[in-house]
């Protein structure tokens, strides 16, 4: 059967070439007018609007609180949900994130589940394979191809009214919390309306806004991948210090149920830190955290990937498994015939080249011939790691059946 939709299917404008004529319909102007246009018009109006400096320390304060917002709100709570948060909370939450002017908790989280389950591919919706910037911010300023949308479920946060709300009067809680109630606070509390307005609001919300887009791009670009190196995410003490403890983003995909994204006390997070303090005030409840063995499996085993990839670069001498076999007697002959063969633990070595270069002399020579293993293992001189390794390189072949065990040999002449 001839599909005959895919023929009549008006191609989506991202399936087009961005020229000059058509680059307008490829733009989501909804969204640039919130990450790009009103930022920059912010950016212009500061060359003419003073910075006071208690609107200077507000901002920096409502800076953290509307990045927890996200970090700690969106991201931990109802992305990941890596603890409970009681209602006075979750209220509190989804006013400050709606300030930080990155979306509704429910298209955010909805877009982040997206990102975790189909993270680097096609329905990844920031991923970091179509480039830096793409990951950064671009993915918001183009339209998206509704065909490579990677499906999620959100039906936990359609139960939750305080995300449901937000959802629905978001356009609202941008304007409240994202320009308002900075302004009003800088405002009422020391005159300064304008200022207010510029450097807490349009301002601050422009620093939240690109540092949580580094979580998407540098946290995906920069840093180590102690935990799994199969996808892009990585570690990064700089990420983390420009996102509230989020860059440890190698840790965070592997372990996305845990409340925390730095492990060790001395690491920044802290949005951590917040969600621990809360739960010492009562507002927050079941802080999730993967048991410590786990962690250190998942760690153990990246190191092991890294040592094995390097071992496999190195000449080990040929494997056991891949050697003849020899009778000993045929040892023993072609040794006699002259040739400088050994044998150590049921290998023949051939140290023809090696004598020369023994470290011990020519008293190597003496083991020619007869299963030197006793005399190699510490019966004359007990090897190094180094020697083995060494001598592993000089393999030719294994005796059938083992080898010869010297003190054997008087024994079982007595007995014939
Ligand atoms: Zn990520
Ligand atoms: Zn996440």
């Not at 009103?38 to 910075?51: E, Y």
């Not at 400050?96 to 329905?123: C, E, L, P």
């Not at 199969?230 to 990064?236: E, F, G, L």
């Not at 509230?244 to 802290?270: K, M, V």
Request: net charge positive; glycine share 8%.
């Amino acid at each position: 059967m001839v599909d005959t939709r895919s023929s009549t299917r008006k191609p989506h404008i991202s399936e087009e070439p961005i020229t000059l004529s058509n680059w307008q319909h490829h733009v989501n102007w909804v969204n640039t007018t919130l990450i790009l246009i009103v930022p920059v018009l912010g950016c212009i109006a500061a060359f003419w609007t003073p910075l006071r400096l208690p609107t200077a320390a507000w901002a920096v304060l409502y800076y953290f609180w509307t990045g927890l917002g996200i970090t700690a709100g969106y991201h931990r709570l109802w992305a990941h949900r890596s603890y409970e948060a009681g209602l006075p909370l979750r209220i509190f939450l989804a006013c400050v994130g709606g300030g930080a002017v990155q979306g509704s908790i429910r298209w955010w989280s909805s877009k982040h589940r997206a990102h975790h389950r189909w993270t680097d591919t096609n329905k990844d919706p920031y991923s970091v394979n179509k480039g830096i910037w793409y990951s950064h911010f671009m993915w918001m300023v183009l339209k998206q191809n509704p065909k490579n949308r990677g499906r999620t479920d959100i039906s936990d946060l359609n139960d939750d009214p305080v995300v449901v709300l937000q959802h629905k009067y978001y356009g609202s809680f941008i304007l409240a919390f994202g320009m308002f109630f900075p302004m009003l606070i800088a405002g009422l509390g020391w005159g300064d309306w304008k200022g207010g307005l510029l450097y807490a609001g349009i301002l601050r919300f422009l620093f939240v806004q690109q540092a949580t887009f580094c979580v998407n791009s540098l946290a995906h670009w920069l840093g180590d991948q102690p935990f799994d190196d199969r996808n892009s995410p990585r570690d990064h003490v700089l990420t983390a210090l420009v996102t509230l403890g989020e860059g440890y983003h190698n840790f965070h995909h592997e372990f996305p149920s845990d409340y925390r994204n730095a492990i060790q006390w001395w690491q920044y997070d802290p949005t951590k830190w917040s969600i621990w303090v809360w739960k010492q005030l009562g507002l927050a409840t079941n802080l999730k955290q993967f048991r410590a063995n786990e962690i250190e499996k998942g760690r153990i085993q990246q190191l092991q990937k890294k040592v094995d990839q390097k071992r496999a670069k190195l000449d080990w001498g040929i494997p056991l498994e891949q050697l003849p076999v020899m009778e000993w007697c045929d040892y023993v002959d072609q040794a006699k015939d002259g040739k400088d063969l050994v044998v150590i633990a049921g290998v023949v070595h051939d140290i023809t080249d090696f004598i020369k270069e023994h470290p011990g002399g020519r008293i190597i020579k003496s083991a020619i011939g007869k299963d030197a293993t006793a005399i190699f293992n510490g019966g004359v001189y007990n090897h190094s790691n180094a020697a083995h390794n060494l001598l592993s390189s000089m393999r030719i072949g294994v005796i059938r059946g083992g080898g010869e065990v010297e003190i054997w040999k008087p024994q079982q002449s007595k007995k014939n």
